[in-house]
């Protein structure tokens, strides 16, 4: 008499949305192999766990688009268990039972315990710092708070992620010194707000001493840091970024607008004033750091005179790297209230007309670089070329230097001189320095 032969279950995690998202699912992973499970990122397995963004329309839809796709495959008997977790899922759980009911289980992003033991595994405290990454062995993003105490208008993150709360510091060396051993060398500090960090633990802004204690971790070369409000920013991390080679001089600062009026209406705690201060006051103590900015237009109520005094602050500013988004209406965000009245292919033609101005001004800040020689690590190998980061770029959406790989051989995750040879909107072309 023959037996069935029992098929051992394999997890396969897939991921949407941010950084945040990378570094939640990265932490999953690490539980269920630390209970033994078999399990993957974004490749086959029996078990589907979705990590779900919903944030604005575009990845809403991806996310909806996804969990869609994983279903039919239930259906059709190719993967046999189907759940999701995520912003979308905290979001609009009871919407999402009744429109997708053959999920097997849905969860919100606070939710890891309970999605472990519906995976039959143990939520395990010990493990501090303990998580698979999924991004190449080099780099690592680094979570050092979850949550956001900031009233945007236009964001809903504080609908699914809650409140401020900021790692302690001890937690957070123990994970880069986990990371480090591991061959990682580049840290991204990532949080929903980097400037707010330690104002519940420690009650004050504490990100310097949290980056003079990174800096003493054998094996990381390069700490970027991610995602800083502007307002009530603790200047005393540029004078870290200067004296610390470790720390990268580059700086992730959204913006959002410069309109005061836009920026009263987006609840943001600034002006333009103040905003334009700020990044002189970042230039003038560190001249060579890199600033990356994000903008968003066709906010509500924005007219023709408040775009174009953006797009002349944009030309008279030259930031090294800008993204440029266009304004989604989420509901039960304050914004939504108001009526989104620029429409859709205004929204889109100044969008295009903001990152036309910036890559006219990349082209020519690249245009500087020519001649240079900097510092590089090598990313991945893709064609002939070896592609590699400076210290003023950061992975999937900045700049990258090419080298061709028919003239030398290079290690991937390993860091090299360079000598740019040519330049482009985004990308530099080198040649490696040889000793």
Not at 18 to 32: A, I, P, R, T, W
Not at 121 to 143: F, M, Q, S, V, W
Not at 279 to 298: D, K, N, W
């Amino acid at each position: 008499m023959r037996t069935k032969t029992l098929k051992k279950n394999k997890i396969n995690v897939v991921t949407l949305g941010c950084s945040k998202n990378v570094y939640d699912s990265e932490v999953l992973m690490g539980q269920l192999k630390a209970n033994g499970k078999d399990v993957a990122h974004e490749e086959e397995g029996n078990i589907v766990v979705i990590n779900t963004c919903g944030f604005i329309n575009n990845a809403k839809e991806e996310s909806v688009n996804t969990i869609l796709e994983y279903v039919k495959k239930k259906d059709e008997g190719d993967v046999d268990k189907v759940f999701v977790t995520g912003c979308l899922s905290e979001r609009y759980k009871p919407d999402l039972i009744k429109e997708i009911p053959n999920v097997d289980e849905y969860f919100g992003t606070t939710e890891l315990p309970g999605l472990l033991k519906a995976l039959g595994a143990d939520y395990k405290h010990e493990l501090i710092g303990e998580r698979l990454t999924t991004t190449p062995k080099n780099y690592a993003y680094l979570k050092i708070a979850e949550g956001c105490d900031r009233p945007c208008s236009f964001c809903a993150i504080p609908i699914m992620r809650g409140k401020h709360r900021s790692t302690p510091i001890e937690e957070i060396v123990i994970e880069a010194e986990k990371l480090a051993a591991n061959g990682v060398k580049e840290l991204i500090l990532i949080a929903q707000d980097l400037t707010y960090y330690g104002l519940d633990l420690y009650k004050k802004r504490n990100l310097a001493e949290l980056l003079e204690a990174l800096v003493k971790v054998e094996g990381i070369e390069w700490i970027r840091l991610h995602y800083a409000f502007p307002t009530g920013f603790p200047l005393d991390v540029l004078d870290v970024m200067k004296r610390e080679d470790k720390v990268c001089n580059y700086l992730d600062i959204p913006l959002q607008h410069i309109s005061d009026d836009i920026l009263k209406s987006m609840r943001r705690g600034t002006t333009k004033e103040k905003t334009t201060k700020l990044i002189s006051q970042f230039r003038e103590a560190v001249p060579e750091m890199t600033i990356r900015t994000t903008l968003i237009v066709g906010y509500p109520g924005e007219t023709e005179a408040h775009f174009q005094e953006l797009k002349q602050w944009v030309q008279d500013m030259r930031f090294e790297r800008l993204g440029c988004f266009t304004y989604s209406h989420e509901e039960n965000t304050h914004a939504y209230n108001l009526d989104d009245d620029v429409p859709e292919d205004v929204k889109i033609d100044r969008a295009n007309q903001i990152m036309e101005i910036q890559s006219q001004i990349s082209w020519e800040l690249n245009q500087n670089k020519i001649g240079q020689q900097l510092k590089v690590v090598i990313d991945r190998k893709e064609g002939n070329y070896f592609v590699g980061r400076t210290e003023f770029d950061s992975p999937d959406v900045d700049n990258e230097v090419l080298i061709d790989a028919t003239k030398t051989y290079l290690k991937t995750g390993e860091y090299t001189t360079v000598k740019i040879i040519e330049a482009e909107d985004f990308d530099l072309y080198a040649e490696v320095v040889t000793a």
